[in-house]
């Protein structure tokens, strides 16, 4: 892609208000459609696009939701930054296939996160399931979004570009006071700062450190670094959170969204017991 062509890319993409995140994800979905199609991308055809995306689904294996996300990208490119007058119809998006997050216990996340033995990663790891935020949400965090005196996180690159406040735990506070103390690094701009304090800490970094303590307490099936978030929202319903309140700490746009979380909870917490139990003396007579 030329410099101009991806010039144009980028101030479509922020006049439109996309966050830095997605406009990464965008511009590296049309970079791997280009190394694919290996041609000028004027060239390109709407049969090419949907040739594109069914290899990154079949070719490369790619989940739906990143063959949708690179779709997405390649599709703004040519209808917005290349004015091509072209039915959005002809890309349709793979269908999603629904899957229940791993939850874990109270307890267990507890265990988990003082896993962790890298102090900065265990700060990261306690704020992100503490308030229920994304990853990028809390690595992107600044040293003055935490809100001690209202004990509130401000979210400011949170999905979608819109803001929200989240709930600052005690013992969080009490930890990110032990991080900040025990690291030296400058972190005026990154709560959680890289060696270069104008970038904040690698995702990578504190997922390795993530998927190293749950191979410590041998956790199988292993969860994703956003089954932390899963698992506030879930804890929270559990201990009787109205739905309502969860939506507003998660940031989610429709309630039926949070509603998901209403499947997750522990079926013990609602007092629900098989029918089987109460015929237990049957088959374990004493």
């Not at 935490?146 to 709930?167: F, N, T």
């Not at 600052?168 to 270069?196: G, H, I, M, Q």
């Amino acid at each position: 892609m030329s410099d101009l062509l991806f010039s144009k890319l980028f101030r479509d993409l922020k006049t439109r208000g996309m966050s830095l995140s997605s406009i990464k994800n965008y511009t590296l979905g049309v970079k791997r459609f280009q190394k694919w199609f290996g041609r000028d991308l004027p060239l390109a055809s709407v049969e090419d696009i949907q040739r594109f995306h069914l290899h990154l689904l079949e070719g490369e294996g790619l989940s739906a939701q990143t063959a949708n996300l690179y779709l997405a990208a390649v599709r703004f490119f040519y209808v917005i930054t290349l004015d091509r007058n072209w039915n959005l119809r002809s890309f349709p998006f793979t269908k999603v296939k629904r899957t229940l997050p791993i939850i874990l216990s109270l307890e267990r996340v507890c265990e988990l996160i003082q896993a962790v033995d890298d102090v900065k990663c265990r700060a990261v790891l306690m704020t992100i399931y503490s308030a229920g935020l994304r990853a990028n949400e809390a690595l992107h965090l600044h040293y003055t979004d935490i809100l001690s005196d209202r004990m509130q996180i401000h979210v400011r690159e949170a999905k979608g570009g819109k803001a929200r406040y989240s709930v600052l735990s005690e013992v969080c506070l009490l930890e990110l006071r032990r991080y900040w103390k025990a690291t030296p690094e400058n972190k005026r701009t990154f709560l959680f700062p890289a060696s270069d304090p104008s970038q904040h800490i690698s995702a990578k970094i504190v997922r390795d450190s993530f998927v190293r303590a749950q191979r410590r307490l041998r956790i199988e099936p292993r969860m994703r670094l956003h089954g932390l978030r899963h698992c506030f929202a879930t804890h929270l319903i559990e201990s009787g959170v109205d739905l309502r309140i969860v939506q507003l700490l998660l940031g989610h746009a429709s309630i039926s969204t949070t509603a998901l979380y209403t499947h997750l909870r522990d079926q013990r917490s609602l007092g629900v017991r098989s029918p089987l139990d109460a015929m237990a003396q049957k088959f374990f007579k004493p």
